[in-house]
Structures are given as structure tokens and as C-alpha cells.
């Protein structure tokens, strides 16, 4: 049913594609991340909670139809119906029904509930596509209270020595968690970027703690002593530097590692991701009954081997997915 083509991945009965890297007709999108829903589509198929996002990050004049999860569309005879991926809000696994057949894409996905996103449902099929960013044994999350309970301590820590925390975190996802983690801890403030998708998450009844938007451009005292969140991409940047008493955290799977700290310098690295990992993987595979796995972005040829040695045939297929969480790049 599926064909992975140098635009993305085709369903075949069907001509539309999920997550396609290059312009087409119909683009069903798993979630709003920039790697998996891009510019240039004639027409967005996504769930309701991504439409705001898409909006934001792609256009307000995008043709978009949002819909519910396990509410069904039919295009030239295959059933599309999404369902809780429990990556970021509105992420969605889409199951693909032809003739009895059933294929179901993940996208992104992990199985701790966050509180913010629809937790993840495992899905039935005879194929699973999924990722494996995170597909190493040595990835294995605390529980998202105790990584709550790290950033609390390390906040009030600085806040005894006259410190500024910073903290680093994609700006869709990651953000809000940390938010949320950090919610009557002190006053947060958030880069523009993050405040405006704080607003798609508004939009569609997510409530989130109480936050200003840090301005960075004109004299930084005012977050003094505060709690500050801003995107990867200011890591290295002059702005971050002018900020006073600062100590920066990076929070990213990638921390789970040592060595990732020393690579940015940071002052602490928290291993939070909003990725399923080594042993969310293998349940959520499992629990699909899939006689057929392709793994995509990240640890594929690993994670691919692992799961044909245990008896689980699967394959490497190669996307454009992965750019949220690439170590040299985003954290």
C-alpha cells in the first residue's frame, strides 16, 4: 500500500502522502513539527489540534482540514482515520484501511503522557512505520515526575545562589512541558517564537501556567533571577549572553548521554523528550501485531537489525524526518 518516493511517503490506492517533503495534491500530516509538515501543499489533512499550527508556521491561507481522532475521511477508497501518537499536541498515527488491509504511519510518538498531549494508542495493523530516534538500549526516561521534580530542584537551586535558569527547548512540545513542569515554581517568561504557538495550544482549549514573553532586545535585568525558556536556536547566540547571573539547562533526550552536556557546555542537561524511547519503542511495535515494521529517522540500521533478530521483519526506509531532534543542529 505504501511506496516511500523522493517526495515522501505515497500511499499507492489512495495518491495522497504523509508528511511529503515536497509539494503535492494532499498531505495528510502526522503533527506540526517543521520536518513533517512543510510548506507548498495544495491541501492539509491533519488532526483539528494542528490546524492552528500549521496556520502559524505555514500560512493562514493554507487549505486545511482538521478532524477528530477515529473520525474517518475516505479518499479514492482508502479509509483514513488518525489516532494519540502522544508526541506533541495533535499528533496523530495515520491508519490507512484498502481492502481490508491496514497500514498505520506513527510519525513521531512516545508513551509517557505529559499531560498535555493525547496519550499515545496503540494501533492494530499489518504494517507499522515508525521512527527510531531514540532506538539505542542506552535511552530509557525517568518518569515525567521525576523529571519535574529535577527541573523544580535545579530552579530553586539557582534561585538560592542569585541565578537566572535557562532553559533550552524546542519550541513546540518541549517548551510547554517545561512550562508545565515549572508551573508556581516563580514568574516564567518565553521567547516570542514559543509565545506564539502558546497561543495555538490556547486556541483549542489547553490551558497553560500564567507566562510573559521576554524581550531580549532591550535591557535583560527585568528577568534577572527568573525563569526563562527559549528555542535551540539562541543557544549560541549574543542575545542569550547578555542575560545576567545566567545558568542554562538544555533539555533533550540527547542529555540522557554525558557527554551531550560537555558538547554545548551547558550548566546542567535534563533527559526529557517528547520521543518514545528504547523501551517505548519496542512496545509500542509489539503492540500493533505488525507482520511488517519500517523504521525511519534516527538510530535506523541499529533499531532495524534489533527487531529482525528477534523476529520481527523489518526494514530501513529513508525520509527527511528527524530535524527537531538532531544533536549537531536542534536539541
Known amino acids: 500500500m505504501l511506496q516511500f518516493t523522493t517526495k515522501g511517503i505515497l500511499c499507492v490506492p489512495g495518491g495522497f502522502y504523509i508528511d511529503p517533503w515536497k509539494p503535492v495534491d494532499l498531505a495528510v500530516i502526522t503533527h506540526g513539527h517543521a520536518d513533517h509538515a512543510r510548506w507548498g501543499m495544495k491541501k492539509y489533512l491533519c488532526h483539528e489540534h494542528t490546524v492552528p499550527i500549521l496556520q502559524s508556521r505555514i500560512g493562514k491561507d493554507i487549505a486545511v482540514q482538521g478532524i477528530g481522532y477515529h473520525q474517518p475521511v475516505t479518499v479514492n477508497g482508502v479509509q483514513i482515520s488518525l489516532h494519540p501518537a502522544g508526541h506533541i499536541i495533535g499528533s496523530a498515527q495515520v491508519r490507512l484501511e484498502y481492502k481490508g488491509y491496514v497500514v498505520v504511519i506513527s510519525g513521531d510518538y512516545k508513551l ?10 496503540a494501533v492494530r495493523c499489518h504494517e507499522f512505520v515508525t521512527e527510531s530516534t531514540f532506538g539505542l538500549p542506552i535511552y530509557n526516561w525517568a518518569s515525567v515526575a521525576v523529571q519535574n521534580e529535577q527541573l523544580q530542584q535545579w530552579v530553586s537551586s539557582n534561585q538560592a545562589n542569585g541565578k537566572t535558569s535557562v532553559f533550552i527547548g524546542y519550541s513546540l512540545g518541549k517548551a510547554q512541558r ?3 513542569a515549572l508551573e508556581g515554581i516563580g514568574p516564567l517568561q518565553v521567547h516570542y517564537s ?3 504557538l502558546n497561543q495555538a495550544y490556547e486556541s483549542v482549549g489547553i490551558r497553560l501556567p500564567a507566562y510573559e514573553t521576554a524581550d531580549l532586545k532591550e535591557d535583560p535585568k527585568h528577568l534577572d533571577k527568573g525563569i526563562v525558556i527559549l528555542p535551540p536556536s539562541l543557544l549560541d547566540s ?5 542575560i545576567p547571573n545566567m545558568a542554562h539547562a538544555i533539555c533533550s533526550g540527547w542529555m540522557q548521554v554525558r557527554g551531550a552536556r560537555r558538547w554545548r ?14 523501551g517505548g519503542l519496542l512496545e ?3 503492540a500493533t501485531g505488525a507482520q511488517k515494521v519500517y523504521v525511519t529517522h534516527g538510530q535506523t540500521a541499529v533499531f532495524t537489525r534489533y527487531l529482525n533478530e528477534t523476529g520481527i521483519e523489518a526494514e530501513e526506509v529513508l525520509t527527511k524526518f528527524g530535524a527537531e531532534e538532531e544533536p549537531e543542529e536542534t536539541v
Open 284 to 286: 509500542a511495535i509489539n
Open 265 to 278: 557546555s551547558a550548566d546542567a542537561g535534563f533527559a526529557i523528550s517528547d520521543h518514545a524511547d528504547w
Open 112 to 121: 509517557q503522557d505529559d499531560g498535555l498531549s493525547t496519550p499515545f494508542e
Open 194 to 196: 514559543i509565545a506564539v
Open 178 to 180: 517545561i512550562m508545565k
Open 238 to 242: 549574543q542575545l542569550i549572553r547578555k
